[in-house]
């Protein structure tokens, strides 16, 4: 079974400060790679995903994410954040070629951003 | 773009009492999904739905949960005798195939407090 963890719980940062969000996931398997965030109120929304080729994925409001299959991390970047990027996020995965495709969510990181 | 709705936001029941929560898949999606997230907690798969039938569940969705596809738009989760830990943030989604290429997309969730 897949399993994913995102190690910060809480992260705090000032406006045009760099973000990066940790992501790793355990899997024997391929996997499909995804970052959804949930902005106060609102519902879950896809930021980004990666399913083969290119590991730089590019997403929506300028975020970017890596897939390094040897550290199995998929992590989250974005240059400057803003004070709208204040959401959670949440990493998940689902495993290629298999007879279900339900998403396993890591446990989310909860960003403030300081105007 | 299309959404997924679900309905009510927020649902207030008794313990013991038997309760559905409603959703709107998109229009011309064919898989289903329900998640939940207990507060504090990490989102967590409950069942798959296609073709009229589940084609995954959890060991979360025992007999005390079903799923129904009633009509042409609807799907429900119908939770018999609810309990004092099925109060979470009830998330359905939607996608139009299966897999590789097809992210879900989630409503905007219904919060469920059992008194």
């Known amino acids: 079974a897949q399993s994913v963890s995102q190690h910060n719980h809480h992260v705090i940062l000032s406006e045009a400060a760099s973000l990066e969000l940790g992501c790793n996931y355990s899997?024997?398997?391929?996997?499909?790679l995804f970052w959804y965030v949930q902005y106060p109120g609102q519902h879950l929304q896809l930021l980004l995903k990666?399913?083969?080729?290119?590991?730089l994925v590019k997403g929506i409001k300028g975020f970017e994410a890596e897939f390094i299959k040897s550290k199995f991390s998929f992590n989250l970047r974005k240059p400057s954040v803003q004070w709208s990027d204040t959401a959670e996020y949440f990493c998940a995965v689902n495993a290629r070629g298999s007879s279900g495709d339900k998403l396993t969510f890591g446990t989310g990181t909860r960003l403030a951003v300081r105007p | 773009e299309p959404e997924v709705t679900q309905t009510p936001s927020h649902q207030v029941t008794q313990m013991g009492q038997e309760v559905i929560l409603r959703c709107v898949p998109i229009?011309?999606?064919?898989?289903f999904y329900w998640y939940r997230q207990i507060l504090g907690q990490k989102v967590e798969f409950l069942v798959s739905?296609?073709?009229?039938?589940?084609?995954?569940k959890s060991e979360i969705f025992d007999d005390q949960f079903s799923v129904e596809r009633p009509d042409g738009s609807n799907f429900t989760l119908k939770i018999r005798s609810t309990k004092l830990e099925d109060s979470a943030m009830y998330f359905c989604?939607?996608?139009?195939?299966?897999?590789?290429?097809?992210?879900?997309?989630f409503g905007d969730g219904t919060r469920l407090s059992i008194l």
């Open positions: 229009s011309n999606h064919l898989y």
């Open positions: 739905f296609y073709n009229n039938e589940i084609s995954e």
């Open positions: 990666y399913f083969s080729g290119d590991p």
């Open positions: 989604a939607s996608s139009r195939d299966r897999g590789s290429n097809q992210p879900q997309h």
């Open positions: 899997y024997g398997g391929t996997v499909n």
